[in-house]
């Protein structure tokens, strides 16, 4: 097994649309042991970062994106306020909507599935990641919810002349550490969202499936690792696209009423 660490190029954060937003980088490591060489394929975005070594064909794992550079962007796409992140979030799907509606011809449809699914995808980790961020940075309740509740932050330590730094400078590292989490990693988001916000996302086995398809999709143009083309069920785009409007839309809806309960206490 090879371990390292690699640097990952940052989202366009000027970009609009998850679509825009993805950065590209290609790297080669080799093996201590064997001597044998692996390439390294690394896509980020609004929605998150995969990893890709030699073309799909060997499994990896890896964790939160590593910047080369820590400066904040003042400008990050979580900044927009969740009800904005719903609008964008919804004109996505719109528009998924409306191309499936498109007469390809039989020859097509595949491609206009694979890529439609993965966009979809795409733009729900998006939401889920920006709306997460921005409600959580904006409330010192929520912060010191996510430090007592999250182990990445139980593991910190520092000396006692630190604190008054560290605590300055406190939502600097919760945004921070937030941007850098990837959020099609549903096992860690799930009990976050439930812990930090009080939304119990549910049953989404639906979309811990969509998550892996999207994979295929992103990486090998709609073909698994046996090299074999997915298969879509009939209408299984369209709905998963309703599924993933109305988790967000409740997501959206418990937000709403957390910031409302936030701003008359009494």
């Known amino acids: 097994m090879v371990k390292k660490t690699m640097p990952c190029p940052e989202p366009n954060y000027m970009a609009e649309r998850n679509r825009d937003s993805h950065a ?18 690394i896509m980020n975005s609004f929605g998150g970062a995969d990893v890709s070594v030699n073309g799909g064909n060997v499994d990896v794992n890896f964790n939160g994106p ?8 003042d400008e990050g796409y979580w900044r927009e306020e969740p009800s904005e992140q719903l609008r964008i979030f919804h004109r996505h799907l719109d528009s998924a909507q409306e191309l499936l509606k498109l007469d390809v011809g039989p020859n097509n449809v595949f491609s ?3 890529m439609i699914y993965g966009h979809v995808v795409a733009a ?27 182990p ?9 002349s630190q604190l008054f730094e560290k605590r300055e400078g406190i939502k600097d590292t919760v945004a921070g550490y937030l941007q850098k989490l990837i959020f099609h990693d549903l096992k860690k988001i799930k009990p976050m969202y439930k812990s930090v916000l009080g939304h119990d996302l549910g049953d989404i ?33 369209a709905i998963l696209i309703q599924d ?10 418990s937000v709403t009423k957390l910031e409302e309960n936030q701003s008359n206490p009494f």
Not at 131 to 146: A, C, D, H, N, Q
């Open 24 to 41: 590209y980088s290609e790297d080669s490591i080799e093996c201590e042991e064997c001597g044998e060489s692996y390439e390294v394929s």
């Open 66 to 73: 590593y910047y080369d550079n820590d400066d904040s962007d």
């Open 112 to 114: 206009l599935n694979v």
């Open 124 to 150: 729900t980790e998006g939401f889920l990641s920006s709306v997460f961020i921005k409600t959580t940075v904006g409330s010192e309740e929520l912060i010191r919810r996510l430090l007592e509740t999250d």
């Open 152 to 160: 990445e932050f139980s593991e910190m330590k520092f000396s006692m």
């Open 205 to 237: 086995s639906w979309l811990f499936k969509a998550v892996s398809k999207r994979h295929d999709c992103v990486h090998r143009a709609g073909y698994g690792k046996d090299e074999k083309p997915l298969t879509f069920d009939e209408d299984e785009v």
């Open 244 to 253: 993933v409007r109305n988790m967000c839309q409740s997501v959206m809806d």
